[in-house]
């Protein structure tokens, strides 16, 4: 693959040093790693759709780290949000297709969009005549009689009532209210450098699983991303210690509560 993509007719990326840059002014955005390299992905798809899964092989996985789909939709707003600002927002348009993934769509000067203005009057009024036509044909339904309409009306008031009592019943039984996680700050081994790290109240006893995790975090992470700026705030979400060989971890730029955030997760599995 050349070191040099072009993106359209005004914009090119440069693989070795991230740069996506608008020719035409001079102006550039440096890109994080995996944005990077699933700009180049969906760019060499031509139009095609990349799933979730494949973006997060084509970024993370294959530099070893193990991430979850809010990490590719982080990816994606990044490169939106690089895209608006080298004001190509309008030509260069990235896609969410439901429940698939993301596919890359480059606009000419000229507008895509036809009208479909030049539909001849002919045809339609054939079909509405046709549609009239069939319509007229159509014999009226007979109007059932008054007691069988009062019969389907309490059977219908009926089940509603009996459907509002089994929800009450269940409600009664069983909480459905999620119930809040609470982090409080750590203050043991492993913290990187300039970072706060948060975990769960209830798990601060599992030291050596938070530590372990970090320590993961800076090996696979931080140590192969030297140029990025750092996670501000570590939130770190363990499970119990029979299942230590999960790992997850949430890194952001501030606190939750802050607007604004821009938050990456990562999840790591040891064999």
Partial sequence: MFNHIAIGSLITLDLQTRILTRTDRGESVTLPQSACLCLAALVEASG?????????????????????????????????????????????????????????????????????????????????????????????????PRNLLVSRLLTTLSGLV????????????????????????????????????????????????????????????????PTEKPAGVLYVTTGSEKMSKFQGLIACQQPFKDSGNDCESFYFRHY
């Fill in 162 to 225: 009996a459907g509002i009592a089994i929800v009450m019943i269940l409600r009664s039984l069983f909480d459905f209210s999620p119930q809040p996680i609470h982090f409080v700050r750590w203050d043991g081994p492993g913290i990187p450098p300039g970072t706060v790290v948060m975990v769960q109240q209830d798990k601060q006893n599992q030291r050596d699983l938070i530590e372990s995790t970090l320590q993961t975090y800076t090996r696979h992470v931080l140590d192969r991303r």
């Fill in 48 to 144: 095609e759709v990349l799933s979730q899964e494949q973006l997060m092989e084509i970024g993370w996985r294959s530099a070893g780290v193990e991430v979850t789909d809010n990490s590719v939709r982080v990816m994606i707003t990044k490169l939106r949000r690089a895209f608006t600002q080298l004001e190509m927002q309008d030509v260069i348009t990235l896609m969410a297709v439901t429940r698939t993934g993301y596919r890359l769509v480059v606009r000419s000067n000229s507008s895509e969009h036809q009208l479909f203005t030049d539909a001849e009057p002919i045809a339609v009024s054939e079909a509405t005549e046709a549609s009239a036509a069939t319509e007229a044909v159509i014999p009226s339904s007979p109007t059932p």
